[in-house]
């Protein structure tokens, strides 16, 4: 199955605080430990959501909202992709990551949803024209 | 946190660790069989201990100390039987310690190292294609033999058997379990990629949704590319196969009709088609050609997957660049096969004669004679001509020619479509 760990952002990585060449190299390290195990498929940071904006919807109204934002913990600063076979190997693996952060920090796994999840929601059409439109998608 | 919660924590890291610790075992007792019970012992210790103790803070090393413990004392119950008539009640300690020390050396190396010589082990040129492929699903994969049993339609005992008889195999040839080094190094690496790619492929020919083990090959095979791209980042064509393996998975879920049936390249919603695996993909061959492995069978077998995955419609094939790599690929990997494909991609990048003046070289060859897919091209090639009664009577002779019902019905049908 595939994952996105999304590792949560603190006070420091909002701020913009680079890490420490230590927490850099053990990084390194354990991508490198994911990749050797062939679980690694993608991943990269983020900068801090004083770069970022966000659209607020409300019916047929837009509204742009320039970052930073408030609640800090539930903002992402970086994410990998990951296949695992399951989700406690997802969890083995997240425990074995160094902390990303100074302080306290936590990171979140994901399950990705497959088609088969949506059951009925999806109806054929529509399932159609989702893909009329990511066929508008170049590979990169 | 629960029983079955702590059961699988254990087995997810087992998991994780199993592949590594056979490998490091297997380095220190020399014997792959041996290396395997080392590891399930020390792993049927750790589901008895963990749930009591809770898990270790480096559950790893502590596998890797308790499977060291226990091949120390098979080291020293060996000794003692072997002097059981001799001089009992010497000292064995000195000895012992040279054999610990080798022990504790054999540990303590790069375990990356480890795992590719278990990965050349298991894909010993000695062992027949299927024996590695077995042995690779249960020592690298962690596959047991009975999901290897079912992937492969067969049953537990003729795994279990082929198994055993490829450990004993490896051990009568008194190897030395190393990474081969110079050109021992290319020759046992086809190998192992051929194993790898024997195991893709058997998923990947599945066309049957119903049976979902054998898709599961396809992502232990791409797995199993991943690691060796990980283990091995310098080898062009260990970077081609990880590329043609992502492709070609990349349209596992548009490659099957709701009916079941396949959906040739050509048909397929592309939108379906995984963008993950085609840019992983597409990267991977980026990294075979420029370790200038450009000419590799797999990275040219790539690259063509690579034209059709960078097209987002049928028409927007780039058919010249795919005759360029079919002429390539002939000089590399001749075979009919590969031909055919070539006649056909210059058919399409040509025009039809092109096309057809390719096939007449194929159609020289007495092997072919009785090869439906030869007459099918040929009839596919004249209705593009515009020659509908000839194509007609080609599809006819193909449909003759043909050993399987569903492609006998689809040559027929053509064939009725051409008298219009």
Redesign the interface.
């Given at each position: 199955m595939r994952v996105m760990v999304f590792v949560k952002a603190t006070e420091d990585s909002e701020a913009g605080v680079m890490p420490t060449t230590e927490l850099f190299e053990a990084m390194g390290r354990f991508n490198?430990e994911l990749?050797?195990?062939?679980?690694?498929?993608?991943g990269d940071g983020l900068k801090p959501s004083s770069q970022g904006k966000r659209v607020a919807f409300d019916g047929p109204s837009r509204t742009v909202i320039d970052g930073p934002f408030a609640e800090t913990r539930e903002l992402v600063a970086g994410y990998w992709?990951w296949?695992v076979?399951?989700i406690?190997?997802a969890?083995?693996?997240v425990k074995r990551c160094p902390n990303p952060m100074f302080g306290p920090s936590e990171i979140e796994i994901r399950p990705f949803y497959e088609?088969a999840d949506f059951g009925d929601v999806v109806t054929p059409e529509i399932a159609e024209q989702?893909?009329?439109?990511?066929?508008?998608?170049?590979?990169? | 946190m629960t029983a079955t919660d702590t059961h699988r924590t254990i087995e997810a890291i087992f998991r994780i660790e199993r592949a590594r610790l056979i490998a490091r075992l297997v380095r220190m007792v020399r014997d792959v069989g041996l290396a395997e019970e080392l590891a399930q012992d020390a792993f049927l210790t750790a589901l008895s201990e963990w749930p009591r103790t809770g898990v270790p803070a480096n559950p790893g090393a502590w596998l890797t100390a308790t499977a060291k413990r226990r091949a120390i004392d098979l080291l020293r119950r060996d000794r003692m039987l072997a002097r059981k008539h001799a001089e009992i009640g010497r000292d064995l300690s000195e000895e012992d310690d040279a054999g610990i020390a080798a022990i504790e050396a054999a540990m303590d190396d790069d375990v990356g190292d480890e795992l590719l010589g278990l990965i050349f082990t298991a894909c010993h040129p000695i062992l027949s294609p299927d024996a590695r492929v077995a042995l690779t699903l249960r020592l690298i994969g962690g596959l047991t033999t009975d999901e290897i049993a079912r992937a492969y339609l067969t049953s537990e005992a003729t795994i279990a058997q082929r198994i055993v008889r490829a450990k004993k195999t490896l051990g009568k040839a008194g190897l030395s379990f190393e990474v081969p080094r110079g050109r021992e190094r290319q020759e046992r690496l086809s190998s192992v990629l051929e194993a790898v790619y024997l195991i893709f492929n058997e998923g990947y020919a599945a066309t049957s949704g119903a049976n979902l083990t054998r898709p599961a090959l396809c992502a232990e095979a791409q797995r199993l590319g991943r690691i060796l791209a990980g283990l091995a980042p310098d080898e062009p064509e260990v970077f081609g196969l990880l590329s043609l393996m992502e492709i070609q998975a990349s349209r596992l879920a548009a490659r099957i009709g709701p009916d079941g049936m396949p959906i040739p390249l050509t048909e397929q919603n592309r939108a379906r088609w995984d963008r993950l695996l085609i840019r992983r993909g597409l990267s991977a061959l980026e990294r075979a050609e420029a370790l200038g492995g450009a000419d590799g069978p797999y990275a040219l077998q790539a690259a063509l997957a690579a034209c059709h995955a960078r097209a987002n419609r049928v028409e927007a094939t780039d058919w010249r660049r795919i005759a360029g790599l079919y002429d390539a690929l002939r000089r590399v990997m001749p075979s009919p096969v590969v031909d055919l494909n070539r006649a056909v991609a210059h058919c399409m990048a040509f025009g039809p004669d092109a096309g057809l003046a390719l096939l007449e070289e194929l159609e020289r060859n007495d092997d072919l004679r009785n090869y439906a897919l030869l007459p099918a091209a040929r009839g596919d090639f004249l209705l593009r001509a515009g020659c509908s009664a000839e194509a007609k009577l080609q599809f006819e002779r193909a449909a003759a020619l043909s050993r399987n019902e569903q492609e006998r019905a689809f040559l027929l049908g053509r064939a009725k479509a051409c008298s219009v």
């Open positions: 490198e990749i050797k195990a062939g679980v690694l498929l993608s992709v296949e076979k399951d406690a190997e969890v083995e693996w088609m989702f893909d009329r439109l990511r066929e508008k998608t170049p590979a990169r | -």
